[in-house]
């Protein structure tokens, strides 16, 4: 079983930053892209940025300049560093992770998400 458990979120002004971060444990082969997603109430979930095991990053127009997506060397933890918050970055922010099972079959995972409120 695969487990990605997020931490870091919390209540900020705008302006200020925040640095989330999401760590997979268990027993699998590797992980190929991971991803953080929010989603703010009434709203669907939206990517917000993602990180192949290559190195390749994406981002979402609405934070490009101001979100970095990162991952450790073992590439099994990854953090969004958030930088210059706005108000319609307020999101329950999720962490996923598409892992790599030893029998070479592939299963997406997701967090129990952590809330991100910035007040104005």
């Known amino acids: 079983q695969v487990r990605l458990v997020e931490s870091g979120g919390g209540l900020v002004q705008a302006g200020g930053s925040l640095r989330l971060s999401c760590a997979a444990s268990?027993?699998?082969?590797?992980?190929?892209?991971m991803g953080w997603y929010r989603q703010a109430p009434g709203k669907q979930r939206e990517l917000v940025a993602t990180?192949?095991?290559?190195?390749?990053?994406n981002y979402v127009d609405s934070v490009k300049g101001r979100f970095t997506i990162s991952r450790d060397n073992p590439k099994t933890t990854m953090y969004l560093q958030m930088n210059s918050l706005k108000p319609e970055d307020t999101a329950v922010y999720y962490c996923y992770a598409n892992v790599v099972r030893y029998s070479r079959t592939t299963s997406d995972y997701w967090g129990q998400g952590t809330q991100v409120t910035v007040s104005s």
């Open positions: 990180f192949t095991s290559g190195g390749s990053t």
């Open positions: 268990g027993s699998f082969f590797s992980i190929n892209t």
